[in-house]
Nanobody, 130 residues
Framework: QVQLVESGGGSVQAGGSLRLSCVASGVTFRRYSMYTIAWFREAPGKEREGVAAITGAGTTSYAESVKGRFNASQENAKNTVYLQMNSLKPEDTAMYYC?????????????????????WGQGTQVTVSS
């Protein structure tokens, strides 16, 4: 059974940084394994948005709104994926979720689509004040 647990959210002023973590069980992160992990966010009154994804091949994808500011990485020994968020803006305020497809390396155009993912964490709140 796949389980994901996010942590690292919090409150920060605009321009600050946070690093989110997503620890997985039931799926093993190993170089060249078949999986894709993504980060999504959902703000009140807005649709869920895919912000970053990383695959077992090490390839990454980012939403235009976060390119150059967010970086997804993985630490296979800890079965953990990270989202480093820099130069945070108030519009980054949202609940952040990680999600995994544990059997595929998704094509780039699919990686930020929430319907591609069957397993989700419980989320961690990020609040950016101006």
């Amino acid at each position: 059974q796949v389980q994901l647990v996010e942590s690292g959210g919090g409150s920060v002023q605009a321009g600050g940084s946070l690093r989110l973590s997503c620890v997985a069980s039931g799926v093993t992160f190993r170089r060249y394994s078949m999986y894709t992990i993504a980060w999504f966010r959902e703000a009140p009154g807005k649709e869920r948005e895919g912000v970053a994804a990383i695959t077992g091949a090490g390839t990454t994808s980012y939403a235009e709104s976060v390119k150059g500011r967010f970086n997804a990485s993985q630490e296979n020994a800890k079965n953990t994926v990270y989202l480093q968020m820099n130069s945070l803006k108030p519009e980054d305020t949202a609940m952040y979720y990680c999600a995994v497809d544990s059997s595929r390396i998704l094509a780039a155009y699919k990686r930020l689509r929430d319907k591609e993912y069957a397993h989700w964490g419980q989320g961690t709140q990020v609040t950016v004040s101006s």
